[in-house]
């Protein structure tokens, strides 16, 4: 029979063969006692007297009848037993009474040993089932025990795992999104430079063509100023010479030097104001090899901030560009505008 621990207490096992024994044991009682009781009822008894009726014949006169024959010889009676053949008679009935019931004794002494031995081999016989039910039971709770401890460990590991997966997960996105926000902001980054090399490229295009734009005035303008025979001329829109400079050995500047320094001087100019109305005159002296020796501003526009653009953009010029004869003018001036936006 199998129970659940759960479901039942603790109890000792259904003993099979108990009502067999139990029968036979009320079977041997029984025995017993119809033995007891006719052995002392065959004790206490005296032997009833027999008695018999003799019936005869009543003779039929009317017809006569041979006469009977003649009577056989009686034997003598035996002699009366004396008294001691009685006592000895009583002595052995006495002797045969005793064996009966020292036999009856010895098998009931035995019947009792036979019922004493089953009981003692029934009890033996449910305490091994006792105890084996119960090292069963407890081998089993032991065995429960150790599966759900290996149970648990399993579940922990689970546990641990999927905890350091997770981990795992969310270390790989958040290198992930870090990667996506630098590919963003390399994105960013390239968008911008490409946005400033774009704007870069097409200021740079802008100047080169106003200044392609002013060296073509500006060749106009010397062409008409050495056929005029000199004189002081400003560009339109941004550097202009003056023609009092001298060089080192006292001759002027070629009328080609003014296109030189606009050239060296207006990739210098930064300036994001106001255009109108603004023009400033920048005075130089220069050493032979082009060297800016010093500058200032001798005409003001009236704007400080665009006056220190101009100086600004006339210092960062050093060296000054050499002219025909290959020096520099000593001193000249240079009148800048800002390009029109």
């Given at each position: ?49 027999a008695e018999a ?238 060297a800016l020796l ?13 006056d220190d653009a ?32």
């Amino acid at each position: 029979m199998t129970r659940k621990n759960s479901s039942y207490p603790l109890q000792p096992p259904r003993e099979r063969g108990t009502l067999r024994a139990l029968l036979l044991a009320l079977l041997m009682h029984v025995l017993l006692g119809f033995f007891l009781y006719h052995g002392i009822h065959w004790q206490n008894s005296t032997p009833a007297g027999a008695e018999a009726e003799l019936w005869t014949d009543v003779p039929d006169l009317s017809t006569p009848r041979p006469a009977p024959p003649p009577p056989a010889p009686v034997a003598p009676a035996p002699p009366p037993p004396t008294e001691d053949a009685d006592i000895a008679l009583q002595q052995q009935k006495r002797k045969q009474e005793e064996a009966a019931r020292e036999a009856q004794l010895a098998q009931q002494r035995l019947l009792q040993q036979r019922l004493l031995q089953q009981q003692q081999e029934a009890e033996a016989k449910r305490q091994q089932q006792l105890a084996a039910q119960q090292a069963a039971q407890l081998a089993a709770q032991q065995k429960a025990a150790k599966l759900k401890q290996q149970q648990e460990q399993e579940q922990r590991e689970q546990q641990a795992a999927a905890d350091k997966l997770k981990q795992q997960q969310l270390e790989a996105q958040k290198k992930q999104q870090q990667l996506e926000d630098q590919q963003k902001q390399a994105q960013l980054d390239a968008q911008k430079k490409a946005d400033a090399d774009k704007a870069a490229k097409a200021r740079a295009q802008a100047e080169a063509q106003a200044k392609k734009l002013d060296a073509e005035r500006r060749a106009r303008i010397a062409q008409m100023q050495g056929n005029m025979g000199g004189g002081d001329s400003s560009s339109g829109n941004g550097l202009a010479k003056s023609g009092n400079g001298s060089g080192a050995g006292g001759t002027a500047a070629s009328p080609g030097y003014a296109e030189k320094v606009q050239r060296r001087v207006r990739p210098n100019i930064i300036w994001a104001g106001a255009t109108e109305g603004l023009e400033t005159v920048v005075s130089v002296r220069c050493a032979p090899d082009g060297a800016l020796l010093s500058s200032s501003v001798t005409r003001s526009s009236g704007n400080a901030q665009w006056d220190d653009a101009a100086l600004r953009a006339v210092q960062r010029s050093d060296p000054m560009p050499l002219d025909t004869n290959g020096k520099a003018p000593a001193s000249f001036t240079i009148t800048l505008r800002p390009a029109a936006g």
